[in-house]
């Protein structure tokens, strides 16, 4: 099963929106993973030092939730990290959950608006500009990637 880690600010809605604006955008990336169901969603967003794996599904529609198979562990405790990551928090979150999930080799992609959380030219990267977050346009992009990983 291929992953898509997601972020939410950024992503879901535009970065530093209002509050009444959270999710604006969960409809474009819903409608995308509806048309890949083989993947699943593991989340990167600073959201899940706050919040339950299932008050995190709580924003999401069911079906989509129950597509979430977890949340990526925070940087500060892992163990191990490769030295080519060290500089690289999300990426190394990413590379760990799939380790503690036995699937160190599946195809996944991360959405997120921060770059400089993963290496330089990560070919797993789907860069969203956070002013907008994920658009109509870009959310096309991202399922054709999402298709390449099947």
């Given at each position: ?5 997601l ?6 809605h ?5 509050e ?18 083989e993947?699943?969603l ?5 959201w899940?030092l706050?919040?339950s ?7 999401f ?18 163990n ?28 996944w992609?991360a ?15 789907f ?24």
């Amino acid at each position: 099963m291929p992953i898509l880690f997601l972020d939410f600010d950024g992503v879901l809605h535009p970065e530093h929106c209002h509050e009444s604006k959270h999710f604006c955008l969960l409809p474009v990336l819903e409608n995308v993973v509806r048309q890949v169901p083989e993947v699943g969603l593991v989340i990167t967003s600073t959201w899940r030092l706050q919040f339950s794996l299932d008050e995190l599904r709580m924003h999401f529609t069911p079906d989509v939730a129950a597509r979430i198979v977890g949340v990526t562990p925070q940087f500060c405790s892992l163990n191990d990290v490769p030295s080519t990551l060290v500089s690289y928090e999300r990426e190394a979150e990413c590379q760990a959950w799939l380790w503690a999930n036995h699937i160190p080799h599946v195809g996944w992609l991360a959405v997120d608006d921060r770059s400089w959380l993963y290496r330089p030219f990560c070919k797993s990267l789907f860069l969203v500009n956070g002013k907008e977050g994920l658009t109509r346009s870009t959310a096309e992009q991202l399922l054709v990637r999402l298709q390449q990983l099947l």
